[in-house]
């Protein structure tokens, strides 16, 4: 049982290059977010699906589009990386009656 | 607007050296107000989930009170392995399907020296 899982973990891009980050979750949960962590600025929420088909925007959503292609998974895309989205990111999601988020390990992106 | 501020940024105790971090909040209604760890390199892991004033949760050397304004994330006779950054989080939202919706405060790194 692994949680959820994000790929890859490590990620450097050039500015305008494109990339996709991937979260898998195996708790049987319906909804799935995106977050962000820089130093200073704290957790920060880029994007979320509440459910199977739909996604919403949190905080942060200006240059990323995410994708919820099945029940458990949940993508997030850079079409254009600019050097304002180097940050580590995080995939979520929360347990169905007591809303802790669980979290997966991180994927720290660096663009260039 | 919705605020939690963390304090302080950074706490260093010597090994056995109780303490306290502090959350306080600026919420329009409480929804619960969560406490994570998360070691370098690792992503957030929950400890603990207060829902009102008066409320208090234990696990470990660690325990959480929660009032209307604040709440204490204290840390009995530490170990080395309490090292870590502490979280505190509100929900921003009531919607359903957007209970993962937090606002994080930015952390209190502790640090505690054997």
């Known amino acids: 049982n692994a949680g959820v899982t994000q790929t890859p973990k490590f990620q450097v891009l050039k500015t305008g290059q494109s990339m996709t980050l991937q979260c898998a979750q195996d708790?049987?949960?319906?909804?799935m977010y995106w977050y962000r962590q820089d130093p200073g600025m704290g957790l920060r929420l880029i994007y979320y699906?509440?459910?199977?088909?739909?996604?919403d925007k949190g905080e942060v959503p200006n240059g990323y589009n995410v994708s919820r292609l099945n029940k458990r998974e949940f993508s997030l895309r850079l079409e254009s990386a600019a050097p304002s989205q180097t940050s580590v990111y995080f995939c979520?999601?929360?347990?169905?009656?007591?809303?802790?988020?669980?979290f997966g390990e991180g994927s720290r992106l660096t663009v260039l | 607007e919705d605020q939690v501020t963390q304090s302080p940024e950074a706490l260093r105790l010597q090994e056995g050296e109780s303490s306290s971090l502090n959350c306080s909040y600026t919420?329009?209604?409480?929804?619960?107000l969560f406490w994570y760890r998360q070691d370098p390199g690792k992503g957030p892991e929950f400890l603990f989930t207060?829902?009102?004033a008066g409320e208090e949760k234990e696990k470990e050397r660690l325990k959480a009170t929660l009032t209307k304004k604040e709440s204490f994330l204290h840390i009995t006779a530490p170990k080395p392995e309490d090292s870590a950054t502490y979280l505190c989080?509100?929900?921003?939202?009531?919607?359903?399907?957007?209970?993962?919706?937090?606002?994080f405060g930015k952390g209190t790194k502790l640090s505690v020296k054997p």
């Open positions: 989080a509100v929900p921003r939202l009531v919607i359903l399907g957007s209970q993962g919706n937090l606002i």
């Open positions: 919420v329009s209604g409480l929804r619960g």
């Open positions: 207060l829902y009102s």
């Open positions: 979520a999601s929360p347990g169905q009656n007591t809303g802790e988020l669980f």
């Open positions: 699906s509440a459910s199977e088909g739909t996604t």
């Open positions: 708790m049987n949960h319906n909804s």
